[in-house]
């Protein structure tokens, strides 16, 4: 697609989303050290260099929560190594070059691709840590003074002091602010609920308050105007090997973290516009936005899921819509800077608690009780590491778990089936001849998928991508003669693409689907409420019959239910989730 193709939907998709990151870049800004300067530092060049670089074309990047959470803990632990925070600044400035060049060699090397083989449990985990996380953190600015050091658990440590700091000033405001951003969609989406909170808040607690009755952005000190300044002294950082050592450690947990957090979001943006990103192109372009941003001094992000979802649903289709997004940005910084000290960190705390709140993946914890428990126990492990261990530890240690409980799982299953059949029967290949004459007389119409072994989170992405290049037709018929298992990420794939499918008014049938895929998807309701019963057959024999019925004179319903009493297994459904 040319650059300037679709001129009118990227400026206005573009405007959107860059009006929705402000608020975000300042508050993401103001939980460092660094200040809610470097927020927006960091949301202006990642907005535009991964534009131009990246490989999706719709993404939208800046400072994401994750990413913040894991910037806070490395400027605090500099500042505690270097002794200050003038002296830390050279050893966190080389921190984050180091990330972004790291993202760039990831790219480069092609390990972007392997991002399709992230589990769901994993990604639900520890997006809902980072939830927790935020909110946790957020606890002690929401009453009036600084969050204390040490993360969650410091603030947890901490909560015995809320009733002898509690401001009540502070709360009003950032219940206020909190009230806005829930409250405003009802009422219109026209603008964003959140930058109305900021500016609305904002200015009512300047004319109604006392300077000194609230902290402010402005509390630790005039906030810069103009262009940033380059950030130059991380040179000497890089001739002294102990230094480095510390450095390289941050830096590629920092570039591990950004790389899932940009790639995720990528994939998101996929299945919005049924379009595939280059991953390994979008980390090169991740990690050149992260130098650029390290330089001028600013804080390191990823693509940010909430800005590209926005900016797609205003109409942006390509690069420019980013490059929009960052250049708003920098006019905001260059005609509104002085303005910003004045917002109240009250504000800023109930814009990321609403931010927090968000993040937490309630489809997930809804389905804890009837996914498979080994899915169950990896989310939550995953969430229980995120929130009190560490992130990259959480999520190299949902990666393990998930796949040694797939090859439990796998291992369990074929030796189920080995023991309930013939040898000979077990081996025996199925036949799929039975098919031939209509694909051949009805092809053009009708689409057969055979889901050949097990359903997980290895093939879950494949699954998408292979539903969303279907040409226009009126059924498709999925076959699971040889799926023998399915995890959360397998279920959750196939629902989406389901979804997709009726979405484009294409009925889906299911044939030969029992045992754990069939207890698994009634549980979430996939059946009946996206796939009715009565086109769940047991064979394709009878799927074909009534195909060749509906084909001919439009029946739509098939004549009878399949039901779990015909295949032999029981008819109680957990009750709907």
Known sequence: MRFFENARGDLFGGLTAGIVALPLALAFGEQTEMGAIAGLYGAIALAIVAAVFGGTKTQISGPTAPMTVVSAVVIADAIAYMGGFEEAIPLIIATFLLSGAIQVVMGLMGIGKYIRYMPYPVVSGFM??????????????????????????????????????????????????????????????????????????????????????????????????????????????????????????????????????????????????????????????QGLGNMVAAVIGGLPGAGATMRTVINIKSGGTSPLSGVVAGTFLLAVLLGLGSLVGHVPNAVLAGILITVGIGIVDYKGLRHLRTVPKADAAVMIAVLALTVFVDLLVAVAAGLVLSALLFMKNISDVIERRTESAPLKEFSREIPWADEGDLIERRGDRVYIKHLDGPLFFGFANRFQELVSKLPELEVVILRFDRVPYMDQSGLYALEEAVMDLRHNKIRVAFTNIHGQPRDLAERIRLIPDLVPTNYCFPSFAEAATWLERYLTDGSAEPPYASSRDEQGESTSVPASV
């Open 128 to 285: 809902s840590g980072i939830g927790v996380i935020i909110v946790i953190t957020q606890i002690f600015p929401f009453f009036g003074v600084a969050a204390p050091a040490g993360g969650p658990m410091g603030t947890i440590r901490s909560m015995h002091q809320i009733p002898e700091i509690l401001n009540v000033a502070s709360v009003s405001v950032a219940l206020v602010t909190i009230g806005i951003i829930y409250g405003l969609p009802r009422l219109t989406r026209v603008v964003p609920s959140s930058l109305v909170a900021l500016i609305v808040v904002s200015a009512g607690a300047f004319f109604l308050l006392d300077a000194d009755s609230i902290l402010r952005i402005n509390s630790r000190g005039p906030i810069p105007t103009g262009l940033p300044e380059l950030q130059l002294g991380f040179v000497a950082i890089f001739s002294n090997f102990r230094h480095m050592l510390v450095v390289f450690e941050y830096a590629f947990t920092l570039a591990a973290l950004g790389a899932i957090d940009s790639l995720l979001t990528s994939l998101v943006a996929d299945n919005m516009t049924k379009t595939r990103h280059d991953s390994n192109r979008e980390l090169v372009g």
